[in-house]
Nanobody, 123 residues
Framework: QVHLIESGGGLVQAGGSLKLSCVVS????????MGWFRQVPGKAREFVAA????????YYADSVKDRFTISRDNNKNMVYLQMNSLKPEDTAVYYC????????????????WGQGTQVAVSS
């Protein structure tokens, strides 16, 4: 069974930075494309960023491009989301997503989810 655990959320002022981490266990991490999604109460979950299994390819939602960076460490079964120049509209619960079929590369949701970590950006 695949388990994902996110960490690194918190409260930050607008313009600040946070780095989210996600550790994956129970599956062949290197074969999973990994993604980050976020959700605000009352709204649908939205794609934020994705990285291929090798880490060579990355993809971003237009709303976070040039501000967020996704990366992974296949030796540690970790995926990261570095968030810079944060805006109040980035406030959401952020979820880590593991996808053996790599649908997440196209912004679609994969099979496995973490429990989420809250990010709050104050103005």
């Amino acid at each position: 069974q695949v388990h994902l655990i996110e960490s690194g959320g918190g409260l930050v002022q607008a313009g600040g930075s946070l780095k989210l981490s996600c550790v994956v266990s129970g599956g062949p991490f290197r074969s999973y494309a990994m993604g980050w999604f976020r959700q605000v109460p009352g709204k649908a979950r939205e794609f934020v960023a994705a990285v291929s299994g090798s880490g060579a390819r990355t993809y971003y939602a237009d709303s976070v491009k040039d501000r967020f960076t996704i990366s992974r460490d296949n030796n540690k079964n970790m995926v990261y989301l570095q968030m810079n120049s944060l805006k109040p509209e980035d406030t959401a619960v952020y979820y880590c997503n593991a996808d053996p079929l790599a649908k997440v590369i196209g912004g679609l949701e994969g099979d496995y989810w973490g429990q989420g970590t809250q990010v709050a950006v104050s103005s």
